[in-house]
C-alpha cells in the first residue's frame, strides 16, 4: 500500500495556497521590522498586534493541516471501519472535484470492489487558484469518469456507497449540493449509503483556519441539501475536532 509521507499533507496545503502563507509571513516580518524602528508606542503596539496576529496564523493553520493530514487517523483509514459498518461493498463511487490523492489508497485496501472514479472538476465554476495549482500538479488518471456534479455517467440502482471526501465543498451553491446528493440517491442501491467527510464552518475551524473557514459549509447547511434530495444521516462522528464524517442513507 502507497505511504504517505510524513509532511505531506501540510506540504501539500502550502503548495496550493502558496501566495497566502508568502503574503502573511511578508506581513509579519515587516511589522517586526515595525516594532523595531518605529519609536513610536503607539505604533510599535499597532505592529505587534500585526505581527502576533500573522504568526497565529502561520503556526494555527500549518500546525491544524499537519495534525489533520499527517498525523490523525483521516488518511490511516480505519475510521472507515465505522463508516462502512453493514455497507456493501461489490460497487463504490468515489467522487473528487479536480484533486484526487485518496482512491488509489483505497482501491488497495477493498480490492475485492468494483471502484468508479468521478472527476467533477469543472474550471467555469471552480474558479480558485489553489484547485487550478492542484490540477496542473496531478492531474486526473485515465479511468477518471469526467462527470457534472449533476449528471453522472453511472447506471441508477448500481452502486452500494458514494464517497465525497474533502471534495463536495467545492460545489459553492447549495443548489449545486442538492443536485449532487440527488445524483448520489438516483445511484445508489436502496439501504445504499453516502460517506462524506469534510470540514465544517464551526468554531473549531475558525480557530484553526480563520477567516479561510468560511470556505466550508455549516452542518445545517449540509443537513438541507441531502434532506431535500430524499436522503437522511444514520451516523455522524469526527475524525479530529475539524473534520466531520457524515453517513448518510438512502431509504
Not at 500538479?137 to 464517497?163: C, E, F, I, K, Q
Not at 445524483?183 to 475558525?206: K, M, P, Q, W, Y
Not at 477567516?211 to 469526527?238: I, K, M, N, Y
Amino acid at each position: 500500500m502507497n505511504e504517505r509521507g510524513r509532511w505531506q499533507g501540510m506540504w501539500t496545503i502550502v503548495r496550493f495556497n502558496w501566495p497566502i502563507y508568502v503574503t502573511a509571513l511578508a506581513v509579519m516580518l515587516v511589522a517586526a521590522y515595525g516594532c523595531l524602528a518605529s519609536g513610536h508606542l503607539q505604533l510599535e503596539i499597532a505592529c505587534g498586534v500585526v505581527m502576533a496576529g500573522s504568526l497565529y496564523f502561520l503556526a494555527g493553520s500549518l500546525g491544524v493541516s499537519h495534525w489533520v493530514y499527517d498525523r490523525s487517523d483521516l488518511y490511516r483509514w480505519s475510521w472507515l471501519v465505522r463508516a462502512m459498518r453493514g455497507a456493501g461493498m461489490e460497487r463504490i463511487i468515489f467522487c473528487h472535484s479536480g484533486f484526487d490523492e485518496a482512491s488509489g489508497q483505497l482501491r488497495q485496501r477493498f480490492t475485492g470492489t468494483r471502484w468508479t472514479v468521478l472527476d467533477h472538476y469543472d474550471k467555469s465554476r471552480m474558479t480558485e487558484a489553489s484547485i487550478r495549482r492542484a490540477r496542473e500538479a496531478h492531474p486526473p488518471t485515465p479511468d477518471n469518469l469526467t462527470a457534472p456534479y449533476d449528471r453522472w455517467p453511472v447506471d441508477g440502482g448500481s452502486a452500494d456507497v458514494v464517497m465525497g471526501l474533502l471534495a463536495i465543498h467545492e460545489l459553492r451553491s447549495k443548489d449545486e449540493r442538492i443536485a449532487w446528493f440527488a445524483e448520489a440517491g438516483r445511484c445508489l442501491r436502496s439501504g445504499g449509503r453516502v460517506i462524506l467527510a469534510e470540514h465544517t464552518r464551526d468554531l473549531a475551524n475558525f480557530v484553526a483556519f480563520g477567516p479561510g473557514f468560511l470556505h466550508f459549509h455549516s452542518a445545517a447547511s449540509w443537513r438541507t441539501c441531502w434532506q431535500r434530495a430524499g436522503l437522511h444521516v444514520t451516523d455522524e462522528f469526527r475524525v479530529t475536532p475539524w473534520v466531520k464524517v457524515f453517513v448518510i442513507t438512502k431509504p
